[in-house]
């Protein structure tokens, strides 16, 4: 269990005033002239109250390790006020009891001691307490902001990677080559192919600027993609986008579509005797779901996962749960949250 500098030293300062407290309390004005008092509070207010101390501090930690979640906070302020007030009452009831017990030194039991010792050591306790929960918070705020710079790091270097599969040279290529074989046999559909290219840079230099997209706007660069991805692939790429209209406006990370697909095609067979399916729909529950058939290259690309970790990384950065990837050996399915904003309004 770890014990911070500032709970030892605000132990340290004010276990002294208890202690002093507590021996006026008992023998009055009698305790600056007998020094007995003192060294008899020793065992039995001075080791008490550390132990009583250290009691506490376990519990406080056990509360802070189950419901340190920022949501569960007030559940834990109660159980740990709960705490407070049952070891306090404990420690401050075994030394009045201690000393009328033994008649030591003189003193016997009197009811209106017991209460005023008690609202002396809750009070200080409680000032304590909220001088330790105070430290606790900023430490919390701190770690999260810390969290919140390691993230937007991450999203950044995996942004990085993300433009670079985005401004594929090979894809390129692989476009101008189409575009280069269709020219002269159907000059009609290089012109629509040449269309459709267009489309696709011009989001994608739109979308560079950009963290989150409607989900229309998604789904319209998508179809001009996978037209792209068609032209070439022909009936070995099948694409199926089934979106519900009300779903619209709501957003996902720019791109998340494109990655999707990329992968997809990048990582599995894609033949006319093993045709690809990429289905792309939504579900109840504000999900958008993108599956694949599973049927895996040979030899498999390196960096297969980095489409997922950027679109994961931004849904951390969002603080937005919901993100699954879930593979079963014949299918590989993603789980995207639709993000609620302004646009489903208006």
Known sequence: MPISKLQWYAFLATAPVLWCALNFILYQESA????????????????????????????????????????????????QAASLLAVVAAFTWFVFWAYGRGGLLGYRWE????????????????????????????????????????LEQQ???????????RINPHFLFNCFNTLSSLIPEDPGRATRFLDELSKVYRYLLWSNRQSLSTLDEEVGFIRSYCQLLKTRYGDA?????????????????????????????????????????????????????????LQRKPAKAPGARIGLENIRMKYQLLRQPGFQVIEDGKNFTVALPLLFTNSVIH
């Open 155 to 165: 999203a950044e270097h995996q942004e990085l990677e993300s433009l670079k599969s």
């Open 237 to 293: 790429l099948e694409v199926n986008i089934d979106v519900a209209p009300r779903y619209g406006g709501y957003a996902i990370p720019s791109l998340s579509l494109q990655l999707l697909a990329e992968n997809a095609v990048k990582h599995n067979i894609v033949s006319g005797s093993q045709p690809l399916v990429i289905d792309i729909f939504t579900t109840d529950g504000n999900q958008l779901i993108v599956n694949n058939n």
């Open 32 to 79: 600056l002239q007998d020094v007995r008092v003192w060294l008899l509070s020793i065992p039995l207010v001075g080791l008490p109250g550390l132990a009583a101390w250290l009691l506490h501090r376990v519990l406080d930690w056990r509360l802070k390790r189950r419901f340190g979640a920022m949501s569960r906070t007030g559940l834990r302020l109660s159980l």
């Open 111 to 150: 009811k209106g001691d017991v209460q005023l010792g008690l609202l002396l050591a809750l009070g200080l306790s409680f000032l304590v307490e909220t001088l330790y929960e105070a430290d606790f918070t900023f430490i919390r705020y701190r770690e999260s902001r810390e969290e919140v710079r390691s």
